[in-house]
């Protein structure tokens, strides 16, 4: 996946959206080339999920939760959230890990092209309180870089590749 900066010039969506994909192509770019086994390796005793596979996982399921989770009208499919939060890879390999954040990042983006950034979620879990698409879509950049920072640390431990 090819990362570009969002243009300095340009509008507030385009910004979020912009910085947004850039953090989504650098996570395939910390994942490529990782063998399964190495994704699979738990680093830290009291985090066992803490892997490269489940950190995707996760983002997998993050980006689900608030886009298709958010406006389920918008969405492919109907689906329920996951409570353990996607981190369970349920043994897929780490390339099925990618591919499929990838197709929901691409369901993410279809679903923010037909909204305002002011549209309010359509559907809200009942222990959160509505938020806008702005809202989301910070969170998201932020979500999405707090765990790249998790990725590189992994991804430099188990096999020495650095690099942003």
Known sequence: MERVFPDGTADERAVLTGFL?????????????????LAD?????TSPRMTVAGVVSHLRQTEHDWFAGSFPSLADEPSERDQHGGWPTGGRAIADLSSGYATECAQSRRIVAQLTLDTMQHFTPPQFTPVSLRWILT??????????????????????????
């Open 41 to 45: 390796r738990a680093l830290l005793d």
């Open 139 to 164: 969170h998201m950049i932020e979500e999405t870089a707090r765990h790249l920072g998790h990725l590189d640390i992994l991804r430099e431990q188990l096999d020495g590749t650095r690099g942003y």
């Open 21 to 37: 994909d850039w953090q989504r192509a650098t996570v395939h770019r910390k994942v490529d080339g990782l063998p399964t086994e």
